[in-house]
């Protein structure tokens, strides 16, 4: 499982899966066979989720409101977003800014208590000050998860000399 995520003020505790897709939008150079980067494209994380226990459907209404599914939860939350967009807290990144693009609950026969949710968020900048406090934001996390040891590091498993195992 994932890290915990905190969309906004909405807490994600089962987090089956968390993706972030950056890049660079590149354009050929007019009359040569180069290509150049020309600016960043927008930053897009994609979460997979599981929402349990008797707060669940509390949980995906707040999701709901988050992601303006209607229009007159729009119109009493456009000044509100107008200032700044859902900030997503995780082990993977502090971004800000984030607007939700595609809301998806899920139930089945099998997991009758559960609720599966899949949510996409896309890096929308009010201001270039929110995203530049946005990115010193992100790389403070980076530091300090950089500074705290977690697991191990990867290496070789010992084994005692003798024949092959198999």
Do not use: N
């Not at 972030?20 to 960043?40: C, D, H, W």
């Not at 000044?79 to 800014?97: E, F, K, N, R």
């Amino acid at each position: 499982m994932a890290d915990k995520v905190l969309v906004g003020v909405v807490p994600l505790l089962y987090v089956q899966s968390i993706t972030m897709t950056e890049g660079y939008r590149v354009e050929r150079i007019l009359g040569s066979r180069f290509a150049q980067a020309t600016q960043p494209s927008t930053k897009t994380i994609t979460i997979e989720a599981l929402l349990l226990g008797p707060e669940r459907l509390v949980t995906k209404k707040a999701l709901e409101v988050l992601a303006l599914t209607s229009r007159a939860l729009l119109s009493a939350a456009g000044p509100a977003l107008a200032a700044g967009g859902i900030p997503v807290v995780c082990g993977l990144t502090l971004s800000l800014d984030m607007q939700i693009t595609d809301l998806r609950f899920a139930q089945s026969v099998q997991k009758r208590d559960a609720i599966d949710v899949s949510l996409t968020l896309q890096h929308v900048p009010r201001s270039s000050l929110t995203a530049l406090i946005g990115e010193a934001a992100d790389l403070a996390l980076a530091a300090g998860t950089a500074a705290v040891p977690s697991v191990p590091a990867p290496g070789a498993v010992p084994r005692p000399p003798g024949p092959p195992l198999g």
